[in-house]
């Protein structure tokens, strides 16, 4: 029996990026339990990322978050979908803990927007007066935490499969397979 580089997978990247829709489909291929870290800060916190934002602001929210992620990076085989502004703090993807690959889903800031109209209302960072300039220089300040994972998959111009499929390929390469092979 061959033991796995790695029992967690996170994937970090801007928002529109695909990490939970991936990150879904990229776990049910490995037989592996998803955690959305939205997800999970709205269930510790009775309330919704807007809310949070809203009621308690970023700061708050980005506590909740990290408190989320503290969890699940210490649980075995889940894929982790982080918010985009969590790997955005100092020194966040250095201290991920042995048995994680990080995996960075980049996408441009024209393409998260474009993907964003789709749910309007979830993202807060973007409802602003000018979205698209936001959008872009958040992706700019973002971008040097971001390469800091361990790999990077390009996903403009990319289908939710096709994506899934490159993330499967770079942990078959770390000799991790999916239990649907």
Same mark, same amino acid.
């Given at each position: 029996?061959?033991?796995?580089?790695?029992?967690?997978?996170?994937?970090?990247?801007?928002?529109?990026?695909?990490?939970?829709?991936?990150?879904?489909?990229?776990?049910?291929?490995?037989?592996?339990?998803?955690?959305?870290?939205?997800?999970?800060?709205?269930?510790?916190?009775?309330?919704?990322? !807007?809310?949070?934002?809203? +009621? *308690?602001?970023?700061?708050?929210? #980005?506590? =909740?978050?990290?408190? %989320? $992620? /503290?969890?699940?990076?210490?649980?075995?085989?889940?894929?982790?979908?982080?918010?985009?502004?969590?790997?955005?703090?100092?020194?966040?993807?250095?201290?991920?803990?042995?048995?994680?690959?990080?995996?960075?889903?980049?996408?441009?800031?024209?393409?998260?927007?474009?993907?964003?109209?789709?749910?309007?209302?979830?993202?807060?960072?973007?409802?602003?007066? !000018?979205?698209?300039?936001? +959008? *872009?220089?958040?992706?700019?300040? #973002?971008? =040097?935490?971001?390469? %800091? $994972? /361990?790999?990077?998959?390009?996903?403009?111009?990319?289908?939710?499969?096709?994506?899934?499929?490159?993330?499967?390929?770079?942990?078959?390469?770390?000799?991790?397979?999916?239990?649907?092979?």
């Amino acid at each position: 029996m061959t033991v796995p580089v790695c029992s967690r997978v996170l994937l970090v990247g801007f928002m529109g990026s695909g990490k939970s829709t991936v990150g879904a489909a990229v776990a049910r291929q490995l037989g592996w339990r998803h955690a959305d870290l939205d997800d999970e800060v709205e269930k510790a916190a009775g309330a919704s990322v !807007r809310e949070i934002f809203s +009621a *308690r602001g970023e700061k708050a929210f #980005r506590e =909740l978050e990290a408190r %989320a $992620a /503290d969890k699940l990076l210490t649980a075995s085989r889940v894929v982790v979908s982080t918010g985009g502004g969590w790997a955005a703090a100092p020194g966040r993807l250095a201290e991920v803990p042995a048995g994680t690959v990080s995996i960075w889903l980049d996408v441009s800031a024209d393409e998260a927007l474009r993907r964003a109209a789709k749910e309007p209302g979830r993202r807060p960072l973007l409802d602003v007066e !000018r979205p698209l300039e936001t +959008a *872009r220089q958040l992706v700019e300040v #973002r971008r =040097l935490a971001y390469a %800091a $994972a /361990d790999r990077r998959v390009d996903t403009d111009a990319s289908s939710v499969d096709d994506v899934t499929a490159r993330v499967l390929a770079i942990l078959a390469e770390l000799g991790l397979e999916s239990s649907t092979e």
